[in-house]
T-cell receptor, first 117, second 117 residues
């Protein structure tokens, strides 16, 4: 099974500080996509950031950036200048390159992030 | 971004009754939709992949006759929980895949909370 592992069930960070969420995955494919999704208390899943495995450059989206280590199969999310609105459950996910039914998102178990004053 | 709606947002039903949940892509056509189930404080588990005009593909362990999926059009997929029982109580989330900004992107609905008494 191609799994996604998030080893930090819960994390806490003070407002304006930086926090890093960890994710490792297992895959036999050479090309794939990695994602971080945010699920706030409203339960709406929101895409935070996307990384294509064939791209060496780490993806960034404003305050969010990733550290993608392909050889180590590691994909961590760094949130800079944390805001209260960042409080949410964060899920790491992997998807294969194909567009057919084989291309499914596999989610990690999630990390609950609490941003405090 | 693309919008996916779900209806109802929450439903309470008696044991033994059937419940239908609708998933609509509001401003795009989706050939593929996905149905997930999420238990409290847990990750999203894929139940089935729904393709317009064809039978859904169910994940291992998901009862096809209990969770009926119909993808009748490019903007609508429905999940019917037949003869619901208390153990079917959960949060059900759909998502729709579309080619968006050169990616095959998945957009998520806001979810439906099902409570079976």
């Amino acid at each position: 099974a191609q799994t996604v592992t998030q080893s930090q069930p819960e994390m806490s960070v003070q407002e304006a500080e930086t926090v890093t969420l960890s994710c490792t995955y297992d895959t036999s494919e050479s090309n794939y996509y990695l994602f971080w999704y945010k699920q706030p208390p409203s339960r709406q899943m929101i895409l935070v950031i996307r990384q294509e495995a064939y791209k060496q450059q780490n993806a960034t989206e404003n305050r969010f950036s990733v550290n993608f280590q392909k050889a180590a199969k590691s994909f961590s999310l760094k949130i800079s200048d944390s805001q209260l609105g960042d409080t949410a459950m964060y899920f790491c996910a992997r998807r294969g390159p194909h567009t057919g039914t084989a291309s499914k998102l596999t989610f990690g178990t999630g990390t609950r992030l609490q941003v405090t004053l | 971004g693309a919008v996916v709606s779900q209806h109802p947002s929450w439903v309470i039903c008696k044991s033994g009754t059937s419940v239908k949940i609708e998933c609509r892509s509001l401003d795009f056509q989706a050939t593929t939709m996905f149905w997930y189930r999420q238990f409290p404080k847990q990750s999203l588990m894929l139940m089935a992949t729904s393709n317009e005009g064809s039978k859904a593909t169910y994940e291992q362990g998901v009862e096809k006759d209990k969770f009926l999926i119909n993808h009748a059009s490019l903007t609508l997929s429905t999940l019917t929980v037949t003869s619901a029982h208390p153990e079917d109580s959960s949060f059900y989330i759909c998502s729709a895949r579309v080619h968006y900004r050169s990616y095959n992107e998945q957009f998520f609905g806001p979810g439906t909370r099902l409570t079976v008494l």
